[in-house]
T-cell receptor, first 114, second 108 residues
């Protein structure tokens, strides 16, 4: 089975632009979460979605938004990009029958804002 | 909110040595997981261990929930063990709260 897949893997954007990151969870997983990891720090929670509903939101500005589709894939949108948004964005899925509460991460999307 | 502290922040080992990484958390948690992040950024789940002890090859982990700490043991370390080890806990809202990590370098 495929793991959590994210796209794109690397991208460079200019300040003020908008970006959309995509995530496909492991087959059978209904929950998707997004995390931001700045260099040298641990990942910080941004959003969690379960069955297409937002279950939780971290301490991030309204420029960050997300949604989950009927096939449980998800998109993270960031508007009006700032230099400080440069980070690794990680998607995680959980909730499958065999995996229980174990959380699996994708390889991430490296975003550089210049 | 819950605070997660990891120690040591950095660790350098000679190949073949053993090590213990520690994770302290400030409040009751629903679960605890250990992750290894490789140099390319991939976070690999090592253990889901809200309590008790588990072993997987050269790695083992113990969580004492009543005393709010968890330990990750690495035996006979290899250069491929290098990377950052994160402990993460889940509070009542289901979000993962990560520690700041232990950066491990295993030298040949």
């Amino acid at each position: 089975d495929a793991g959590v897949t994210q796209s794109p893997t690397h991208l460079i954007k200019t300040r003020g632009q908008q970006v959309t990151l995509r995530c496909s969870p492991i087959s059978g997983h209904k929950s998707v979460s997004w995390y931001q990891q700045v260099l040298g720090q641990g990942p910080q929670f941004i959003f969690q979605y379960y069955e297409k509903e937002e279950r939780g939101r971290g301490n991030f500005p309204d420029r960050f938004s997300a949604r989950q589709f009927p096939n449980y894939s998800s998109e993270l949108n960031v508007n009006a990009l700032l230099l400080g948004d440069s980070a690794l964005y990680l998607c995680a899925s959980t909730g499958g029958r065999s995996s229980g509460n174990t959380i699996y991460f994708g390889e991430g999307s490296w975003l550089t804002v210049v | 909110g819950i605070q997660v502290e990891q120690s040591p922040p950095d660790l350098i080992l000679q190949e073949g040595a053993n090590s213990t990484l520690r994770c302290n958390f400030s409040d009751s948690v629903n679960n605890l997981q250990w992750f290894h992040q490789n140099p390319w950024g991939q976070l690999i789940n090592l253990f889901y261990i809200p309590s008790g002890t588990k072993q997987n090859g050269r790695l083992s982990a113990t969580t004492v929930a009543t005393e709010r700490y968890s330990l990750l043991y690495i035996s006979s370390s290899q250069t491929t063990d290098s990377g950052v080890y994160f402990c993460a806990v889940t509070d009542s809202s289901y979000k993962l709260i990560f520690g700041s990590g232990t950066r491990l370098l295993v030298r040949p």
